[in-house]
């Protein structure tokens, strides 16, 4: 109780666990698409662009990284990171840009379908 360390308040709380399945998959490629990047440089992206609502944490962002590249939607390759460490970073293949065209067009679908759900046209 008495040594516990505060955190810092955000505005509101981050999507911990909450985004729907394919998501952080879309949101890896899209990032992707700026060139390789390590797994830190891709969370800090996803972060900093959702202004922190969203956080990819070490437990999902590894699995998501590994299932994209077992997909062959991405490749890695061993670089060196920003202060001389080896580092894995991650580069979007072909058939990787061709998914985040077509995850991308099935996302923007979802949104305008729960958008209609949420807010109905007034009558």
Do not use: C
Not at 31 to 49: D, M, N, Q, V, W
Not at 50 to 59: A, F, I, M, P, T
Not at 81 to 110: F, I
């Amino acid at each position: 109780m008495g040594n516990r360390k505060q955190v810092p308040a955000r505005k509101g709380h981050p999507l911990e666990g909450e985004m729907l399945q394919g998501t952080l998959d879309l949101l890896i490629l899209q990032t992707l698409i700026l060139g390789p990047a390590h797994g830190h440089t891709i969370a800090y992206i996803i972060e900093h662009r959702s202004e922190e609502v969203l956080q990819v944490e070490h437990g999902s962002r590894y699995p998501a990284l590994h299932r994209l590249e077992d997909r062959r939607w991405i490749a890695s390759f061993w670089g060196t990171s920003e202060n001389n460490r080896k580092a894995r970073y991650y580069r979007l293949t072909a058939a990787g840009r061709k998914q985040l065209v077509e995850h991308t067009s099935r996302w923007d679908r979802l949104v305008r379908a729960v958008n209609r759900v949420l807010r109905p046209a007034e009558e």
